[in-house]
């Protein structure tokens, strides 16, 4: 019969995953001839067979890939028969050179190895790392395309006959699993007691009997490590936070399934589905009735528990001992009384450990015990965090492991670009053709270690994507580290620096995932973000076209008492909103317990360190201040967080249109004051953040609706750290949809400075 031969390309997430087999078990079933590979475009394979069975071929390789795998593009060309007779199908050894490629996620562990490794007759038997293709770490593991053993901290194991022999095999599930291990030759667990001495034993034993008498245990996963305690234990939560100085922030907790939320938090099917993905995120879901009682100390003050479910093998050992080592999975289907604080293993805003030595030094005095292993991190890669919405649909908190480093396809090709995102939250973005790679999550550019961080990782990214950048981007801010490191770059790189407003590239992040090229408003809703004017920017409203914008408002300013003091003291923005109204000689009575007040009275009245702002995260933090809810905070977005959880518990409140919008020189500015009078004098914090909330939704509706009357325009793009808050978010897609506009948000990567980087390299892509 007349035979043909094609050469395809499958572009995407296809290394790693188990593409190769797949492809290869196909081939056979079809009785076609050829090869399979991975190179640097992804998989590449030349098949030779029936001209009606390979029509059929891209289709097949798209609906019946692998679980992990995420197909972008299959190329197609017709090429030559072989001029030698083929024996079958065979996978080839992989080439490196013209990199296209994409290393896929870290997966949790699969169905298939959790049931062996809950087997006691398998071989693989309470065995921390076991995987296939189908699951475990890959971002966090190799160090350059393409991905093959040899290019991962794998490289060191050598494997035993018997786990050569799957390795080998195209038709066993194993086949070219780079982590493929077992005890007798894969990588193993280790106790060290507060000093780092040996501890004697089964590791996952000690270590349960430890977390059960409330120690803090260090526990070292696929990403970085962990600090472990007790949950039900408020004494060692408490514990925790003192030794890690996180007072007051939420922790995440882990449990062994979704049956084990009961009496903890509600979910559901959508919920429930979020949680159990293979990426594994930390979910925030509503609390429980009594959650708090239960759990006193994890969560104070807000509405929603951080949850995520076991990934790794070795945190299902954990579960898996304190219900008494049942055989097989249905145990998970039960409810089990174990949960864990799960917490990034970290000295206070440093970055992430991932080292066995660093950990040792570095968590001394914290942990009181160390589960260690000897297979080396490669890239640290702290847990993604999600926040359900309506319609199964989630908004990033956090997007780190198990996202990391999936790319954000865009609507156009264009230069490599690298952009060095934001001062906190910091994320960078390497766009590569029509593929945005978002970093994971960096942290607080305020610690010489995490901007050698945020250096390391930009290498190893460059390095793992072989893209050498046209262009790189940065804040418009000209002290940040993420701007000195982009000038220096485009020195030593001689390529073009960018410099982007900091709301204009919030604006740019949404358009940029939405795949859209038209002028839009923008309504940007932050802390602060420096103006092109040198001001203290944060509530915008913007028009934005490509790589252009036009301030059309802002909200009206307001002062700083003392400066920057004032963002983490919002008794201080309180005192500010009372200058405002004609009441600062109330300062020294309210605040009567803040020895400053007298002083900060003085400031308000005359002026003196006082910079003016429009930042809604400020406006958030003088209501948060009036109503008594937060006066100090301990961490960044505390007061906006503690007013969300208020209003949440009060229910839905009728907005009052305590509000004004004046047309002023600088454009539309709307005026809240009238709305945190009403907190000053309202007496109920919880129907006063109720009242916030409302009548701050109508408030941002309604401003966005002038200008929309007057440029014509009606898709609105939010962004910006308050669009996090849920009832605004959610309130504000309502009301500009009752006013005819369409809302574009952030779903792909976060609406907050964890996202910025995004943005920055669309503009930067813009300006050529």
Not at 45 to 69: C, D, F
């Amino acid at each position: 019969m007349a035979q043909q031969r094609q050469r395809l390309v499958v572009r995407g997430i296809v290394q790693g995953v188990g593409f190769r087999p797949f492809v290869y078990r196909l081939a056979r079933e079809l009785a076609l001839t050829g090869w399979v590979r991975n190179d640097g475009h992804g998989v590449t394979l030349e098949v030779q067979g029936r001209p009606e069975v390979l029509a059929g071929l891209p289709h097949r390789l798209r609906a019946e890939a692998p679980p992990l795998a995420r197909i972008e593009q299959v190329s197609c060309e017709s090429i030559p028969l072989s001029a030698e007779p083929e024996a079958g199908f065979s996978i080839l050894e992989s080439r490196k050179g013209g990199c296209e490629a994409a290393i896929g996620p870290d997966t949790c562990v699969c169905q298939s190895c959790l049931t062996e490794l809950f087997t006691p007759a398998d071989r693989r038997y309470r065995y921390a790392f076991i995987n296939c293709t189908d699951c475990g770490p890959r971002y966090t593991l190799v160090r350059r395309l393409p991905y093959d053993r040899a290019q991962t901290s794998m490289a060191k194991f050598v494997q035993c006959p018997q786990c050569q022999e799957e390795y080998t095999d195209p038709g066993h599930r194993r086949f070219h699993a780079e982590p493929n291990a077992c005890p007798e030759c894969g990588p193993r667990l280790d106790v060290r007691d507060a000093s780092g001495r040996p501890v004697a034993g089964d590791a996952v034993v000690e270590t349960l009997a430890r977390l059960l008498r409330g120690e803090i245990v260090a526990i070292k996963g696929i990403g970085g490590f962990h600090l472990a305690c007790d949950a039900r234990n408020a004494d060692a939560v408490a514990t925790l936070r003192e030794r890690k100085n996180r007072e007051g922030k939420p922790l995440a907790v882990m449990v062994a399934g979704p049956a084990s939320l009961q009496g903890l938090a509600e979910a559901g099917e959508d919920e429930l589905a979020l949680l159990s993905t293979p990426e594994r995120p930390i979910v925030l879901l509503p609390k429980a009735a009594g959650a708090d009682a239960r759990l006193t100390g994890v969560a104070p003050g807000v509405m929603q528990l951080g949850v995520l479910l076991p990934y790794t093998p070795l945190h299902y050992l954990l579960f898996h001992e304190a219900a008494g080592r049942p055989e097989g999975i249905d145990w998970l289907g039960a409810p089990q009384d174990l949960v864990l604080v799960m917490t990034s293993a970290n000295p206070h805003g440093e970055p992430l450990v991932i080292d066995n030595a660093e950990a040792l030094d570095g968590l001394r005095g914290i942990a009181d015990a160390y589960l260690l292993h000897d297979r080396e991190i490669v890239t640290r890669c702290d847990d993604s965090v999600l926040r359900p919405l309506p319609g199964a649909e989630a908004q990033f908190i956090r997007r780190s492991r198990g996202f990391t480093p999936r790319a954000v396809w865009l609507a156009q090709d264009g230069p490599a670009v690298l952009s060095l995102g934001a001062y906190l939250k910091n994320t960078f973005c390497v766009m590569r053709g029509r593929q945005a790679f978002l970093s994971q999550h960096i942290g607080d550019l305020d610690r010489p270690s995490v901007c050698v961080a945020l250096q390391e990782a930009t290498s190893h990214l460059l390095r793992l994507l072989e893209v050498s950048p046209a262009l790189i981007a940065h804040d418009l801010h000209p002290d940040f580290f993420s701007s000195r490191l982009a000038n220096d770059l485009s020195v030593r790189w001689q390529i073009p620096a960018v410099a982007v407003q900091h709301h204009h590239a919030h604006i740019a992040a949404v358009l940029a995932e939405c795949q859209i090229d038209e002028p839009v408003l923008g309504l940007a809703l932050d802390g602060v973000g420096l103006g092109d004017d040198g001001g203290a920017w944060g509530g915008e409203l913007l028009q934005v076209d490509g790589a252009h914008f036009q301030r059309l408002g802002h909200l009206r300013m307001i002062g700083m008492p003392g400066g920057d003091r004032a963002a983490q003291e919002p008794w201080r923005m309180a005192a500010a909103a009372l200058g405002l109204l004609g009441r600062a000689s109330e300062i020294p009575d309210r605040f009567a317990s803040e020895t400053g007040a007298p002083v900060v009275m003085q400031m308000v009245g005359q002026g003196v360190r006082l910079p003016m702002t429009s930042s809604m995260g400020r406006w958030f933090d003088a209501a948060a201040g009036l109503l008594g809810v937060s006066t100090r905070m301990n961490y960044e977005g505390q007061a906006a967080m503690l007013l969300e959880g208020l209003a949440g518990l009060n229910g839905p409140v009728p907005p009052e249109r305590a509000y004004a919008i004046h047309r002023t020189q600088d454009g539309l500015e709307l005026d809240l004051s009238l709305l945190i009078e009403c907190m000053a004098d309202i007496g109920d914090a919880q129907r006063g953040a109720a009242l916030f909330h409302a009548v701050l939704i109508d408030a941002l509706a309604e401003w966005v609706h002038q200008a929309a009357e007057s440029t014509g325009l009606k898709r609105v793009a939010c962004g910006g750290g308050c669009l996090m808050n849920g009832i605004l978010s959610q309130g504000l897609r309502q009301a500009l949809g009752g006013r005819g506009l369409r809302m574009l948000e952030a779903r792909a990567v976060p609406p907050g400075d964890g996202g910025l980087s995004l943005g920055q390299a669309w503009v930067a892509r813009k300006t050529r």
